[in-house]
Structure formats: structure tokens, C-alpha cells
């Protein structure tokens, strides 16, 4: 089997969810969750406005856009990760990197500093953004409150659900994202990298991050940096 065989295998297993229509049905709202009309309104136009992304990842041999496909991941993740996800927490993982593309790296300087000020811009996008769709689908605004702290990483060190989403975010970066950044980036700053994630996440995302499906050369990366 061919790497990109494997790697669109690896992500039509998180898609077991979602029924993947064409990009005119990128909107289409299918989840196991039912939280009311309100929440199927919210993630349907939170899917609505990641359709546009220009960027594209291939699913079951279909280019999805990126972020549509990542959001949908990550949501699934906080279903894996803990018993009960709460709304607000499915509601920040569907719209952590909504129109993420309309804010290139690029656009803020170099180094680590402009890094750091481009992410940090991105997190107020995104939970600004979702405040937006969140009213309009006639949310409360305790329940937006709550999902832009979860978005802008604002919540305690002991708080789960915050927990829960860096987790999904690492496993989602670690299924879709870690094998082109090892393509190119040299070996010993991937080793780096790979120890401070390793710091953010709890001990049941490593197992289940070590359990996932990834090529031989990642996974023997990984167990360098853990070594």
C-alpha cells in the first residue's frame, strides 16, 4: 500500500460519522449528537463557512476543504476522549479553526514572536467569529462565554473539557499534519517539537496517540523524542 493509500485509509476511519457528500453538501449537518435545533443550526453554519476553505485534504478519495475536515475530526475526538461532551465543547471543537485560512502566517512577521502574535490573533478570530454564529442561532450568552474560552485556550489547567480539547487537537495534528511537518522540518527541531506536545497531553491521548495508525517512520520519530 502506498503512503497516500494509507493516509487516505487513516482518515476515512475518523469519517465513520459523517456521510461525505460533494462540496455543494459540505454544509450538511450529520452527528450523533442531539442537542436540539439550535446546535444543529450552529454546526451547520459553522460547516458552511469552513466549505470555503481553499486548502483541500483528501477523504475516501474526495478533496474535502481542510478546515471543514478537521473541525469534524476534532469533534469526534471529544466523544472518544470523554464520556459526556458537553455542547459547548463539541461547539468549540467544530469551530476552532473556522475561516482559519483568512488569516495566513505570513501576514504577521518572523520568528517566534510574530508567531506567537499570529496565534494568539487566530484564537480572538475564531472565538469572535463563533460568537457570531452562536447568537444567531440563538445561544445564551453563558454558552458562548464558554465557548470562547474553550477556543482561546483560556481554561484552568484542572478543567477536563479544556484538557479534552488539547488533546483532540494533538491527535488530529498527529493524524493529518505530522508526517508532511517531518517531510520538512529537520530532525532534531521535530524531536523538539514532538517532547513540549507531549508535555500538553494527558496520559489517555498518548495511548491513544501511540495506538494510532501512523507511518513507521513517524511513529520511530515519536518514540525518539520520548526516548
Given at each position: 500500500?502506498?503512503?497516500?493509500?494509507?493516509?487516505?485509509?487513516?482518515?476515512?476511519?475518523?469519517?465513520?460519522?459523517?456521510?461525505?457528500?460533494?462540496?455543494?453538501?459540505?454544509?450538511?449537518?450529520?452527528?450523533?449528537?442531539?442537542?436540539?435545533?439550535?446546535?444543529?443550526?450552529?454546526?451547520?453554519?459553522?460547516?458552511?463557512?469552513?466549505?470555503?476553505?481553499?486548502?483541500?485534504?483528501?477523504?475516501?478519495?474526495?478533496?474535502?476543504?481542510?478546515?471543514?475536515?478537521?473541525?469534524?475530526?476534532?469533534?469526534?475526538?471529544?466523544?472518544?476522549?470523554?464520556?459526556?461532551?458537553?455542547?459547548?465543547?463539541?461547539?468549540?471543537?467544530?469551530?476552532?479553526?473556522?475561516?482559519?485560512?483568512?488569516?495566513?502566517?505570513?501576514?504577521?512577521?518572523?520568528?517566534?514572536?510574530?508567531?506567537?502574535?499570529?496565534?494568539?490573533?487566530?484564537?480572538?478570530?475564531?472565538?469572535?467569529?463563533?460568537?457570531?454564529?452562536?447568537?444567531?442561532?440563538?445561544?445564551?450568552?453563558?454558552?458562548?462565554?464558554?465557548?470562547?474560552?474553550?477556543?482561546?485556550?483560556?481554561?484552568?489547567?484542572?478543567?477536563?473539557?479544556?484538557?479534552?480539547?488539547?488533546?483532540?487537537?494533538?491527535?488530529?495534528?498527529?493524524?493529518?499534519?505530522?508526517?508532511?511537518?517531518?517531510?520538512?522540518?529537520n530532525n532534531d527541531t521535530m524531536v523538539d517539537v514532538i517532547r513540549k506536545t507531549w508535555q500538553k497531553i494527558s496520559p489517555?491521548?498518548?495511548?491513544?496517540?501511540?495506538?494510532?495508525?501512523?507511518?513507521?517512520?513517524?511513529?520511530?520519530?515519536?518514540?525518539?523524542?520520548?526516548?
Amino acid at each position: 500500500m502506498s503512503t497516500n493509500d494509507s493516509r487516505n485509509l487513516m482518515a476515512s476511519r475518523w469519517f465513520m460519522w459523517v456521510i461525505v457528500g460533494s462540496m455543494c453538501d459540505a454544509g450538511l449537518v450529520v452527528t450523533n449528537y442531539s442537542f436540539g435545533p439550535r446546535f444543529q443550526d450552529a454546526i451547520s453554519l459553522i460547516d458552511e463557512a469552513n466549505a470555503a476553505d481553499p486548502v483541500t485534504i483528501e477523504v475516501d478519495g474526495q478533496p474535502l476543504p481542510k478546515e471543514l475536515t478537521h473541525a469534524r475530526m476534532l469533534m469526534e475526538w471529544m466523544g472518544r476522549l470523554l464520556p459526556e461532551p458537553t455542547e459547548p465543547l463539541l461547539l468549540a471543537a467544530r469551530a476552532h479553526h473556522i475561516r482559519r485560512w483568512e488569516s495566513p502566517r505570513d501576514s504577521f512577521p518572523e520568528g517566534r514572536r510574530g508567531y506567537l502574535r499570529w496565534r494568539r490573533d487566530l484564537q480572538m478570530r475564531h472565538a469572535r467569529y463563533a460568537r457570531e454564529i452562536l447568537e444567531k442561532a440563538g445561544y445564551e450568552e453563558e454558552a458562548i462565554k464558554r465557548v470562547e474560552q474553550i477556543i482561546r485556550k483560556e481554561t484552568s489547567k484542572n478543567d477536563p473539557e479544556g484538557q479534552a480539547f488539547e488533546d483532540g487537537l494533538t491527535l488530529v495534528f498527529l493524524e493529518t499534519q505530522l508526517h508532511d511537518l517531518v517531510l520538512r522540518t529537520n530532525n532534531d527541531t521535530m524531536v523538539d517539537v514532538i517532547r513540549k506536545t507531549w508535555q500538553k497531553i494527558s496520559p489517555a491521548a498518548r495511548e491513544l496517540a501511540l495506538a494510532s495508525d501512523i507511518s513507521p517512520a513517524d511513529r520511530s520519530l515519536i518514540e525518539q523524542a520520548l526516548a
